[in-house]
């Protein structure tokens, strides 16, 4: 496997390529992003990730200077996976000037839930995804990109952005891995402590038991359903910002019918770590 530096590094590993598979990642990698290398790559004809702390999808309170840095296991993980290059841009590389130039995602879909409780992270992951397209992709003419789909929102948000920019960038959203208790495996799990990591499972199970209720209501009851949701989760020591139920197609509430494909989201804090999951229902 290639490791380089810096975007024209980049670009002379893949010159001879016409198809990359592409996993752009913050590190700190766990199975779930190992397996969306795994799923990536037959599709392309050669399979580049990247590792890159992006600052601006970080509010100035948040995890952005002790998010875990670990590159040397990173790339060892990624190379045992196949992964032909990796692209650990350091800052100054990507944003050589302070990036004035950046992308905002219409707000019907950024500025509701995660994009609610992290006002402007969605600006911050669609300006680093699309100058990570375009150091990957120039000049090709088509390729793969791979998310997780435990960041159900950020791929909405993402596809959304390729197909009405018309990039020829196919969109894998890749299942969320889980650890046996059923929590979503996270680069962010790590901060839990040993009884955190213990409780973390309730945030699934809760998901769970949301989706089954609302299956059996009406949209006229989720609120009561989802208020109900989040009360037991903070009984239990959680601070929950939502758990809500709304339409795949959009991310709205459901309002005529409860047949359509749903889903279900949850993020709350647990301790000083914050947690997201979701569940397609």
Known sequence: ????????????????????????????????????????????????????????????????????????????????????????????????????????????????????????FFIGVSTVVLKLFSCVYAGMPSGIAAFGKKDYQQVMVVRRMVQQFALPIEILAGETQRAEDGLALSSRNGYLSEAERKEAAELSKALKALGAAARAATPADLPALEAQAMQALARRGWKPDYLTVRRRADLMPPQASMEEPLVVLGAAKLGSTRLIDNLEI
Not at 11 to 17: A, F, I, N, T
Not at 22 to 34: A, Q, R, W
Not at 44 to 65: C, K, M, Y
């Open 1 to 120: 496997m290639h490791i380089v530096h810096t975007i024209a590094e980049l670009r002379e590993k893949l010159s001879s390529y016409k198809r990359p598979a592409f996993v752009p990642t913050m590190g700190n990698l766990h199975d779930g992003h190992i397996a969306l290398v795994k799923q990536a790559k037959p599709l392309g004809d050669v399979t580049v990730s990247s590792i890159f702390v992006n600052r601006l999808q970080f509010a100035p309170h948040e995890d952005f200077d002790s998010y875990p840095r670990t590159l040397d296991a990173d790339a060892q993980r990624l190379e045992a996976a196949g992964c032909n290059v990796l692209f650990a841009p350091r800052e100054q590389e990507l944003y050589p000037q302070p990036q004035t130039y950046k992308m905002h995602p219409a707000t019907d879909l950024s500025d509701i839930l995660e994009g609610h409780f992290r006002p402007g």
